[in-house]
């Protein structure tokens, strides 16, 4: 089971599951190295534990919170997910008021802010750093596998391949996967062709976009990627050997 890693999306606006709920947001929930991890918590709290319920997802077994960024999309749930959890971490960046994190922390669940990198499981999980672009800051986590790197985004404001690119010099080996909110339903074909271009020159091995990613990212992605293209979207579950 160490070799086996398992993310199900948990929240997302597009429906996989027909028997779940869905909302503008993003949230997924990951396995890994027997750690388990809740990767940003979508829009509200009622959607949010209606769908982990129904798949199975117990909060109060949860060992991390991780926070993208705070925006509402992606924090509605926090507070609900931390007080439920029996004993936890969460990590927020370091951008984060002092007044969130207050109201986040509780005698199960201490807050940790992230401005550089951190390691977590020996190494086996980064989180971080904290990356700024147009004053919007966010942290991505990775995850080390057999394959490779698996890199998973809550909105990549920072930009996605800036992303790539950082977290590939804390961690210079292969990246198998790159999943999450590609933020791209805003720009210009020609920009979308260009990252989808530079995914493939960074050796970008599998794609999962969803959320804020645009249909119109999505689709490059998909004709790009052919068989490397995974389908991401509420209810989804993908297990990584």
Not at 80 to 94: D, E, I, M, N, Q
Not at 221 to 238: A, C, K, L, V
């Amino acid at each position: 089971m160490d070799k086996m890693t398992t993310i199900t999306n948990v929240y997302d606006n597009v429906l996989y599951n027909k028997n779940l709920k869905y909302g503008w947001g993003f949230s997924c929930y990951i396995e890994h190295k027997d750690k388990k991890i809740l990767f940003d918590t979508g829009n509200d709290s009622y959607t949010l534990f209606y769908n982990m319920e129904k798949i199975g997802i117990n909060a109060e077994l949860l060992d991390f919170l991780i926070v993208s960024h705070n925006h509402w999309d992606h924090t509605g749930g926090l507070i609900a997910a931390a007080k439920a959890c029996k004993h936890s971490l969460t990590y927020v960046g370091a951008s984060f008021s002092k007044k969130f994190i207050e109201e986040i922390s509780g005698e199960n669940n201490e807050c940790k802010t992230v401005a550089d990198i951190v390691y977590l499981c020996n190494k086996n999980i980064l989180i971080g750093p904290e990356l700024s672009n147009n004053g919007l800051k966010e942290i991505a986590v990775a995850l080390k596998h057999e394959k490779g790197l698996i890199i998973i985004t809550g909105c990549a404001h920072p930009g996605i391949i800036n992303i790539i690119k950082e977290l590939k010099k804390k961690c210079p080996e292969n990246i198998y996967l790159v999943l999450g909110g590609f933020h791209l339903y805003d720009k210009p074909l020609a920009q979308i062709k260009d990252i989808v271009t530079e995914f493939k020159e960074l050796g970008v091995c599998k794609v999962a976009p969803c959320h804020c990613t645009g249909e119109k990212a999505i689709e490059l992605f998909r004709e790009e990627y052919e068989n490397n293209f995974i389908d991401f979207h509420t209810g989804s579950t993908m297990k990584i050997e």
